[in-house]
């Protein structure tokens, strides 16, 4: 079971659940777990009967809320390794890094826009971490800008975090928020009407989960769904 971790105070919902879609389109058994203290998934994925914590379906994705620790997932469940091929994790503060072993992950993404409440706790989330641990920037800017990478570097210089050489771009353009909007309101996913940038970066991201499935696959996916 792969473990990926998407770490940040910027809203993440969205684009992991997009990234689960792509994921079980392609076969992958995947579960989303949402640690946020706002708990966004909770309002934005239909769910029937909502409780304090619980598991859901949608769009063949199983989107776990309200849980404090694996364990807890685990139990309800009654066994997540063998129920699932991929977990994402959205986390947003370092007490549930912690408690859902992020250290262990695969794989963990920080996730930032550039306005100052995203980058400043986003920053504060992975400023304690301990051991030295390795990530990939994903950036949502208008404008991709070398300048604002050179910053984050510069914030997090004495962090005990070793940046991945890749990085990823997403977009913060208005049709794509507007696109996602119109998704949530009729419970779909869709990415058609998606920007070009938007859409490349999602193939960019599932591809290096999933690297052992061709290329032709994922595109094909996103172009049709």
């Known amino acids: 079971m792969k473990k990926i971790g998407f770490i940040g105070a910027f809203d993440k919902t969205d684009l992991i659940v997009y990234t689960a879609k792509i994921l079980t389109e392609t076969g992958q058994r995947v579960l989303v777990i949402d640690t946020t203290i706002l708990q966004k998934a909770r309002y934005i994925v239909p769910a029937i009967a909502p409780t304090k914590f619980y598991v859901t379906e949608y769009e063949k994705i199983d989107i776990a809320v309200g849980f404090e620790n694996l364990e807890e997932i685990d139990k309800y469940l009654g066994g997540i390794d063998r129920e699932y091929d991929i977990v994402l994790f959205d986390i947003d503060s370092p007490e549930k890094f912690d408690l859902f072993n ?124």
């Open 102 to 225: 992020m250290i262990s992950a695969d794989k963990l993404y920080f996730v930032t826009a550039f306005d100052n409440f995203s980058l400043k706790k986003g920053i504060e989330i992975i400023g304690n971490m301990r051991p030295k641990i390795k990530m990939e920037k994903i950036l949502f800017e208008r404008e991709v800008l070398e300048e604002n990478n050179q910053y984050l570097n510069l914030l997090t210089l004495t962090f005990p975090i070793e940046w991945d050489k890749e990085i990823l771009y997403f977009p913060y353009d208005q049709g794509d928020l507007s696109e996602i909007i119109e998704n949530q309101r009729v419970s779909k996913i869709k990415f058609k009407n998606l920007s070009e940038q938007y859409r490349e970066s999602l193939y960019m991201l599932a591809q290096e989960i999933i690297p052992e499935t061709r290329s032709g696959i994922i595109r094909k996916i996103i172009k049709n769904t």
